[in-house]
């Protein structure tokens, strides 16, 4: 087994905010069918319950933390492509890091090999689903804890 070591940090905050008509907007505003989930009287009635849900969440700070340390994971999870992938310098040009990075040693593979690897991309389909199972993260020290003012 090979072993690689890397140190991964992060610090974050999370700015609470109420939720509002113009959270709202912002939130549905990519939707495909924006004017109309926006006229619809159940998009504000479930807004508006999810306001009361947000005022309660807020009055418990056990279970504030809880939802938090999970909102937190979530951020991580969406995030990770569109933060930290830019970060590893992917060739110019290239929607899939993975690829870019893999596509010279494919390149030098056999005929059968490249063919198959091609009809993948083509397909649009993952070619290393696989070999991303050889590679096993262990977190020596994780801890999540809220910072004090």
């Known amino acids: ?50 306001r009361r849900l947000l005022h309660a969440l807020l009055q418990e700070k056990a279970a504030l933390d809880r939802f938090l340390r999970i909102q937190l994971a979530y951020q991580f999870q969406d995030l990770a492509m569109e933060v930290i992938t830019p970060q590893l310098d992917p060739p110019e040009g290239s929607d899939d890091p993975e690829v870019a990075i893999l596509l010279p040693m494919i390149e030098r593979m056999s005929a059968e090999d490249i063919a198959s690897f091609a009809r ?30």
Request: net charge negative.
């Open 120 to 149: 993948l991309m083509e397909e649009d389909e993952c070619i290393v689903d696989l070999l991303n199972e050889c590679f096993i993260l262990k977190l020596e020290r994780l801890t999540v804890s809220e910072v004090s003012k």
């Open 1 to 50: 087994m090979i072993l690689k070591k890397y140190r991964f940090t992060a610090e974050c905050t999370f700015d609470i905010e109420d939720l509002t008509s113009d959270v709202v907007r912002r939130s549905l505003k990519p939707h495909p069918d924006y004017e109309d989930i926006i006229k619809d009287k159940e998009t504000w009635e479930s807004a508006n319950r999810q």
